[in-house]
């Protein structure tokens, strides 16, 4: 099988060396492009990036050299850890040139025609890309992953929610510094502190929620109705988003039965067979004093979400953490899963 | 006026430093008894004490002879710092020895004849006392403060109950290491690390709110009716509870409603009075991103409770943020103005 | 006594954050002007600082309106907090309109008509004045304090140099956030890591110290013939830089002898009597695990530099510890203290 | 090829877990026994540990009850992880059984018999066992890895004092929070701080590094000599100790030809055949700004020293910063590597 050739939109921030990590011996991806600022322009990846990965940076990608923004139709798929700013008028250009903008920017999230997609959770959501190609005349297209807080903890909601029909979540966040980039959060402002301001993240979480967990029907999503409330938290440490969360459900369930059901969870047997897809999108880790950031983050190779403390509520029916790796899970990673999902369910050809 | 002569139980540890720090310069209170575990019987304060208060340890207390725990009824009040299981054996003793034990142990604090404290919010509880020194035959008695976490909380919650009854609470903390004692956490399990539970924790704060926030009747509290949930964590920072909270209230006030009533909160005359009590309890900071853990906890020399992001919530009436300094507002500090509240309102002579 | 008129040039960053806080209530000195960049002008400081300092900032100071870097001979003295680039044009062009700058910049530390003071240790060193302004034909100056680690380092040095004549010094150094301003160091960077590099330190080090230790002779400064090797970390810390330092000496003395030298340490009766001087500028402390960062940096106001463990050196004669707050003794605070020398010594007349 | 029947003394402490992360799936060694503390005997490892090692605990390791400390002549290597004064008297009683002791102990570290072994640096030492056997009467024996630091910095050392003579050492080490176990350093005493100070470091770094850089000759080591100070660091990252040097040696080397000869540093044909071996035991990184602890450490899965900034000095010849993993090449992986050693060249049959 060839691999199919991608580009990297935004290859030197801290998402885009993520996506470099992960795509660089990747069985079905190709990386043949990656694109930075202008002021770039033709010039060596390694020279370019200050490299944070613990992996080292392979010397074939070091040596590409980067490009500016303009749509590239030879390349299949285009990876995108553009700001959202960027990303309104670039995804758009690279879609009508043929190529499918995957993307982790949050500028067309929530969009109608965008599918906001976690293979595990609702990939009969792609659906959408139909109506998405006809509508605004594109060969290619744009698909979305969530925002990183989103990605964890919606990977724990949904076989919740599926199961006993959530309703109320008070969702309080805990997360890390690689979240916002590079450079991202002044040391000054992160050491020994916690800021309890991330922009925007409130409204995403609660927004991208129940699209995720909404339904497709009639070429549209048909949102879930369930009231979330975020109180987000930055802190410091380096990966790993933590959510803690109080839940009301119609149909109350104990934590055992809650536990089982997140235990149970499974994507499509698709799903299960992407490259990039863990073992199990869920463990449950009945330690009372798990999961923990530093030592959980890296669970299934990072695409795993750890969910702990399951018990009842005074004020819901439920309360749990759950922790994932914001890079992995909440970004990257979940591209590149998403990627998988659009290949191997044939809508790359459009 | 003559000082009154108090004793510091369990004076070595953390919260105990903090008491002998703000006591060293008192105006009402002077130490005269120090109080450690047997096998330090007779040594010198200075020598025993792994002293890390940023103010250097006053000569005078580090010549003091350490002594055990049997009651002494010499002093009028004992500050206890002790842990909870000691507290249990330890503190009716000294108060059947007539001493009047200021605790911030959680031994007692949900005992039917205990004032559990706070004295901008609930001085008329203090009433308790007699009921107390009745039931018990005691001469002395016992006073308690709440749990760190629930001093902040409360004092941010106590002046919106008041002004519009509330009714529904889900409640995040990040707590600092200073509230696990010394040693406490080890550094292993904290550094860049968050931990998502602290034994027992959750249980005080939700139960201690009702008392705190209840009503004096008739020699007993009658708690208030208030549902809430706590999910706790510990966060790498040194000092400093911050707690995030959804609120929902029997009359919805506006953001600005709640943060005017925050701003005009002050306690009765006679407590604006004491030595420890800070120019204003609450202070709201409109910043976006205010309060932070590291910039803020001092305020008030650490007894002002700091208020932000007072915003709508999708869930339930408001969301918000507060500040405070765990071991001042929250434990030593907390003890001692309850002291000064006591002494001025006469309760010392029983 | 009027008090004399100041400006502040880099007024938003860390250092001259610092020196807004040191200044706010100063005997000597009143800010009448504020100046940032150009970008700036005429917008008031409190709507433009990212205020991080734990004091509140003074509302008549948040009220200054920005002014743009053009020469002002209203004030009699500029602190500058510039970076060396900016510094290298901006200070000559005060000097010239009649402004003492006092500088925290490294631009001129090494010029050989610019006095480089600690005014504990060299004061006579600003006999240079009358050089540089007649070679130069300023009714003003440039007088400079020297870089944030030297500063510590050299406070701890100076005594020992005079009683025993220094010859070599191994020297590391362990640097805090703080020392690279604001936004500095991103915390992905920092957290949980050591950064064995700052540009520039390790020679800035080596240089400035044998200069400040130098001797005043014919109008010039004969550096000391000091050997010294500087190798620097930055480690992930909020304030406080530490210098650990293996010396060899013409006269070697017992770690006692070197200890009753730093305590026995004053500056003259003039420098004694400023405002910022503390009341000594070297503490010893005999705890084996002494000084350490977070618990010492804010001895004397973080005007008084801790050294601990004076010990015997298998290579040379004696290893020691210092620590030292970076923004007060290393910069702001120096730079106060160095003008309130120069009006003392009545050098602000010319 | 039949797997060595291997114990570890001091099981559930975080070299112990080390010990058991690397051993579970180790080519020549099978875990047979975990010995713990008395009070433990017979209750499952799994139960007992608090396993904080970022691969989880296999099952049939977990499920292995406790023993008590009696020597076991069943198992051929003991591995130990034991406290120096535990190890006192435990090593010998288990090396008179029968058993050879490969210790991470510093108790016979400098014992004269006793081989203190870097297998790529001085393999030769093993011959001191026969030495040992014969003094002692023992059957087994005991074989030391190096302290922590002292492991990491003569990685560095050794191939630059073979090829120009290493004569003096100014070192500064800064040094993770593992280092010290678990529980180990108080969170209080770590977050945000710098402490000075670990007892018996700065001499055991000084002692050792002559002993295993000297000669076996006449069944004895000659000591090198070179005159090493050490000045000593805790700071608050959780995992790689940082050495930072100036050197000066017989025969200068320029930068240049120092980092080629590191990077020319191999162990034997042998020693590059152990299963534990890193492909180099040393990496040269030219970025300015590296070694970084949190980037570096785990290079070599631990095992690879990462020397940087090989600089001229003003104070000796060489200036240069060295990272490796405490727990691996400083700690758990060096014994382990011993112990691979020791079976290759036969010195296990004794």
Redesign the interface.
Known sequence: MTRTPVAILGATG?VGQKFVALLADHPWFEIVQLVASATRDGRCYGDEVRW?E?TSLPDAIAQIRLTTIAPNPEVQIAFSALDASIAHDVEPAWAEAGVMVVSNASAYRMADDVPLIVPEINPDHLALLDRQRAGRMWRGGIVANPNCSTAVLVTALAPLHRAFGLQ???I?T?QA??GAG????????????????I?GEEEKI?RELTKILGTYSDARIVPAEI???A?V?R????D?H?V???LAFAEAPSPEAAMATLRAFRGSELVQGLPSSPRTPVEVDER????????DV?RGQGMTVTV??VRA????DL?F?ALGHNLVRGAAGAAIQNAELIRASGALEG
């Not at 002044?186 to 916690?194: A, I």
């Not at 802190?235 to 380096?238: G, L």
């Not at 509520?313 to 819901?316: G, I, M």
């Open positions: 801290a944070r613990p109320r979540a008070a309080a805990l510094a690689s590079y450079p991202g959060v002044p040391s000054l402002d992160l050491l020994g502190n916690v800021i309890p301001y922009g609660e009231l979330a409330s109180m938290h802190v410091p440490v380096v790993g933590m803690s969360g109080s009372a004093d798990r999961p923990q950031t530093r030592l890296d702990g403390r509520c005074p004020l819901h309360r953490v």
